[in-house]
């Protein structure tokens, strides 16, 4: 069982930057692929970025690219979404997920969800 706790988010004019973080319980951390995902108001829950178990593969959406940076920390069962020049069509509740199968972009393939965290970003 693994708990996610979501924070960093927050409002910020557009061109600014945000770093969510995602603290997880549980001493088995290392073993997740983790993603970040978001969701707007009335849209489907989409894919962000993804990281495996141990850092060294990431995957990301167009959307996210040369934008965002997912990075993590075993040590400290945290894994992060750097936010750069954010647009307003960023603004969604962020999620990140924790993944017991290959890294994917699938929201099928997560066993485990936080509640996330609401991004606004103004004009």
């Known amino acids: 069982q693994v708990q996610l706790v979501e924070s960093g988010g927050g409002l910020v004019q557009a061109g600014g930057s945000l770093r969510l973080s995602c603290a997880a319980s549980?001493?088995?951390?290392?073993?997740?692929?983790m993603g970040w995902f978001r969701q707007a108001p009335g849209k489907e829950r989409e894919f962000v970025e993804g990281?495996?178990?141990?850092?060294?593969?990431?995957i990301y959406a167009d959307s996210a690219k040369g934008r965002f940076t997912i990075a993590r920390d075993n040590a400290k069962n945290t894994v992060y979404l750097q936010m750069n020049s954010l647009k307003p069509e960023d603004t969604a509740v962020y999620y990140c997920?924790?993944?017991?199968?290959?890294?994917?972009?699938?929201?099928?393939?997560?066993?485990?969800w936080g509640q996330g965290t609401q991004v606004t970003v103004s004009s």
């Open positions: 549980g001493r088995t951390f290392s073993s997740y692929a």
């Open positions: 997920a924790a993944s017991r199968r290959a890294l994917s972009r699938r929201s099928l393939e997560y066993d485990y």
């Open positions: 990281i495996s178990w141990s850092g060294g593969t990431t």
